[in-house]
């Protein structure tokens, strides 16, 4: 079992930046892609960042792309999310999400692990 906590959300003004963070606890996901996915508001959940269990691959939606970075930091069992030039429309709920198996996926199926989410605010 992973255990995964969100924190770093707030309230930022449109251009604005802030970093999420993901800590796992449990056991390591260091071999495991983890993935950023977020819901706004009357919204579906959809994939914002993934990266591998390497931290050699990453991808973006295409939404988010150039402006959010997604890193992670093995010996910590940290995994982060710096966004910048934030738009209101990046207001949301914000997950992180790790898989059993090997992998990289823009799914919110292929996880098995969920945060709690934390909440972005951009205020235009």
């Known amino acids: 079992q992973v255990q995964l906590v969100e924190s770093g959300g707030g309230l930022v003004q449109a251009g604005g930046s802030l970093r999420l963070s993901c800590v796992a606890s449990?056991?390591?996901?260091?071999?495991?892609?983890v993935a950023w996915f977020r819901q706004g508001p009357g919204k579906e959940r959809e994939f914002v960042a993934v990266i591998s269990g390497s931290g050699g691959s990453t991808l973006y939606a295409e939404s988010v792309k150039g402006r959010f970075t997604i890193s992670r930091d093995t010996a910590r069992n940290t995994v982060y999310l710096q966004m910048g030039s934030l738009k209101p429309e990046a207001t949301a709920v914000y997950y992180c999400?790790?898989?059993?198996?090997?992998?990289?996926?823009?799914?919110?199926?292929?996880?098995?692990?969920w945060g709690q989410g934390t909440q972005v605010t951009v205020s235009s």
């Open positions: 999400a790790t898989r059993n198996g090997p992998g990289v996926f823009t799914s919110s199926g292929k996880y098995d692990y």
């Open positions: 449990g056991r390591t996901f260091s071999s495991n892609a």
